[in-house]
């Protein structure tokens, strides 16, 4: 057996050994801290601990920097986020949260990619350092609400509210128009859905939930997101910048994208109604 081969089992062993019993309500501080929507059930035992399916390549060095950044994509309307065939977008709800944010990023960096963030207002609100650094790496940011509401449970007056409420804070933090809006627990409705639209808002979408929220291993994380990816090819990937399984699984998510050829595509908001007003 190569030391290459016996690195990288010890790697994984030392991985998964540092996040067995890892508490399932594992998250931040604040009451917006993501929790499942009533209806999802945690994933059972046998799938959490199944084996994992990624290539040991995955969990060595990246070694082809630049090789997984894709083109960048501006949208201003739900209609133009169209992605080809082996393109993913990844995002990362609920935070800015220390340390986890901030980690993150650097694995980010490291790979040469951007994603799109979207905050909790009251979370950008506690934490606008990092906030601030999101945006300073050059990464897309968009809100989320204010405090994590399940707007689908609100008056339609108090769901606008929180969804502004949120919008403003994260923009007055960063100083950066928050454009794209993801629904907490992806509780949406068509009428909330047309008012985003009308506001100049683009709305995300989920098509690979990573499920990050369950207190799984990192390795059972990164490969339901790998398989679930293989079987759509391509699509927005939902992750949470607020658990540690998530910065710890996403070298190796990152490294498989790149070893099948997928590409990460940066994401752009350009608001179009007030590009007219400015050529008018
Ligand atoms: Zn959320």
């Known amino acids: 057996m190569s030391v290459r081969v016996l690195c990288v089992a010890a790697a994984v062993a030392c991985l998964l050994s540092s996040c067995a019993g890892r508490s399932q309500t594992e998250s931040g501080s604040l009451a917006t801290s993501f929790a499942p929507a009533k209806g999802i059930s945690s994933p059972k ?6 084996p994992v399916a990624l290539t040991p390549v995955a969990w060595g060095r990246f070694n082809n920097p630049g090789s997984l950044s894709g083109r960048t994509l501006t949208a201003s309307s739900l209609s133009d986020l169209k992605l080809a065939n082996k393109e993913v977008v990844l995002t990362f709800d609920d935070g800015p949260m220390p340390k986890k944010t901030e980690t993150i990023l650097s694995i980010l960096d490291e790979y040469h990619v951007k994603a799109t963030f979207l905050m909790v207002g009251q979370m950008a609100k506690a934490h606008p350092e990092i906030a601030r650094k999101v945006v300073n790496a050059g990464h897309t940011i968009g809100s989320h609400t204010y405090r994590h509401a399940d707007l689908q449970h609100l008056s339609f007056d108090a769901a606008v509210a929180e969804i502004e409420k949120g919008r403003d804070a994260v923009t ?12 907490p627990y ?11 639209a009308s506001n100049g808002m683009v709305v995300l979408d989920v098509q690979i939930d990573s499920k990050d929220y369950f207190g799984v291993s990192p390795a059972a994380v990164a490969t339901r997101t790998m ?8 699509g927005i990937i939902l992750l949470h910048d607020i658990h540690a399984r998530t910065a710890a699984m996403l070298p190796a998510l990152l490294t498989q994208l790149s070893a099948e050829g997928y590409k990460v595509v940066r994401l752009r908001y350009s608001n179009s109604s007030m590009m007219m007003a400015w050529l008018n």
């Open 227 to 234: 398989n679930s990816l293989r079987a759509h090819g391509k």
């Open 186 to 196: 992806l509780a949406d409705t068509s009428r909330l859905r047309q008012w985003i």
């Open 172 to 183: 007055s933090v960063t100083h950066k128009d928050a454009g794209f809006f993801r629904f």
């Open 45 to 50: 035992k046998a799938e959490a601990d199944s």
